[in-house]
């Protein structure tokens, strides 16, 4: 009897979850808008599956493909990543560097998007990030490289597409020094699956450094309607260089 | 006052905030209690510091510099940037830069009417 009120508890969640019909805005997209923060944080600290240590929450892996949740890093790749943890000093972000697709998408700050027919913005609040989606078929600017790259949309129902081209192979994927390298592109996927949360989805696809490319998956929370994105004047207050050790391989994605 | 704004800290639902690897600069193995008084509090990004003169044993006095979380991960708990004045006592539980320095990660610090109050630092991303 238990069992079977378990069973109808889990049918009508999965009919629910299968009934939800995003909001939409008056051009028939879903909706998007709103402020937004990674539900799994401890994605911020290191993708792939990883024990609690000091300063590191305890995490699942967020990386759905291949199987197995490892980063599918060429031979000699890994070990850069392993020496990049041993020296995250060396971490672009710890120098108020740009995040870089995909971990834009996930660190432990709210972002906000906000959509029009012709774009979708994605403002981060650490270290003022802005993405501005043009969703209007424009094509990529030629020759550009930062760390965020340069994106552009195209919906496929209700899912936003994202390709991002023209990144500068200098990002990290987390704290815990995975890194992408030269010539790395993502595809990412945006999905409302309820109400409240906008499941993140990104490929990425980069041969200097992987055997095949890799997905990342990270659901985004819905924050509550009082939490607006603050100033991060990340150079003001930013007095850790001076006691960190010589940085011999600084913001270079860990390639030497 | 200051207690009742400061701790809407211990409700806020938001996640504490790291800027950079707590391991990238400082010492698990090497806590610190840090009982003193405190000369400035620059509330800012990434990391907010407290500058606080502490007595040794020998009775000198040493300035430290302790790191707390960003602005941002402090305001969201309740902390404004008047919340420590020169002159009040406080004390810290924080762990030490790896470089010797007297320099240090808060992980909680202890306000002059007793109350402990989480620094938002990246040490307590752990919790």
Redesign the interface.
């Given at each position: 009897m238990k069992y079977l009120a378990l069973l109808v508890i889990a049918a009508v969640c999965a009919s629910a979850q299968l009934a939800f019909t995003p909001p939409r805005l008056p051009d028939g997209h879903p909706d998007f808008g709103g402020i937004w923060?990674a539900a799994t944080?401890s994605a911020?600290?290191n993708v792939e599956e990883h024990a609690?240590s000091?300063?590191?929450?305890a995490g699942p892996s967020v990386i759905v493909d291949p199987p197995g949740g490892k980063l599918p890093y060429l031979p000699g790749m890994r070990e850069r990543a392993v020496d990049n943890d041993q020296h995250?000093?060396r971490?672009p972000?710890?120098q108020?560097h740009m995040h870089g697709v995909p971990r834009v998408m996930f660190p432990?700050?709210?972002l906000e998007v906000l959509q029009d027919g012709s774009y979708v913005v994605i403002l981060t609040?650490?270290e003022h990030g802005v993405r501005i989606i043009p969703t209007d078929g424009r094509p990529f600017l030629k020759n550009y490289s930062s760390w965020n790259g340069d994106s552009r949309g195209h919906w496929e129902d209700d899912t936003l597409v994202v390709e991002v081209r023209g990144l500068n192979g200098k990002g990290w994927l987390d704290?815990a020094g995975n890194f992408v390298g030269a010539g790395a592109t993502v595809v990412e996927r945006f999905r409302l699956t309820a109400k409240d949360t906008l499941e993140y989805e990104a490929k990425v696809e980069n041969a200097a450094v992987f055997s095949r490319p890799f997905t990342v998956r990270v659901p985004l929370r819905r924050?509550?309607t009082d939490?607006e994105l603050?100033?991060?004047?990340?150079i003001?207050?930013?007095?850790?260089a001076a006691?960190?050790?010589p940085v011999n391989a600084p913001v270079n994605g860990g390639q030497k | 006052m200051k207690s009742s704004v400061l701790f809407l800290l211990a409700s806020c639902?938001?996640?504490?905030?790291?800027?950079?690897?707590?391991?990238?600069?400082?010492d698990?193995k090497q806590p610190v209690k840090l009982d003193g008084t405190v000369t400035k509090f620059?509330f800012?990004?990434?990391?907010?510091?407290i500058y606080l003169d502490v007595k040794g044993p020998d009775g000198a006095v040493v300035r430290w510099?302790v790191?707390t979380g960003?602005?941002?991960a402090l305001?969201?708990r309740g902390w404004r940037k008047e919340s420590l004045r020169p002159g009040d006592h406080i004390t810290i539980d924080a762990f030490r830069?790896?470089?010797g320095?007297n320099?240090a990660n808060a992980s909680t610090v202890k306000l002059p009417g007793g109350r402990q109050v989480s620094a938002a630092s990246?040490?307590d991303?752990?919790k």
């Open positions: 923060m944080l911020a600290f609690a000091y300063g590191t929450p995250r000093e971490d972000v710890g108020c432990p700050f709210p609040e650490t704290q924050r509550p939490v603050l100033e991060y004047g990340c003001e207050g930013e007095r850790d006691h960190l050790p | 639902g938001l996640p504490l905030a790291a800027h950079h690897s707590f391991a990238a600069e400082f698990d620059d800012m990004n990434p990391h907010s510091w510099s790191e960003s602005t941002n305001f969201r830069a790896k470089d320095s320099t990246s040490r991303d752990v």
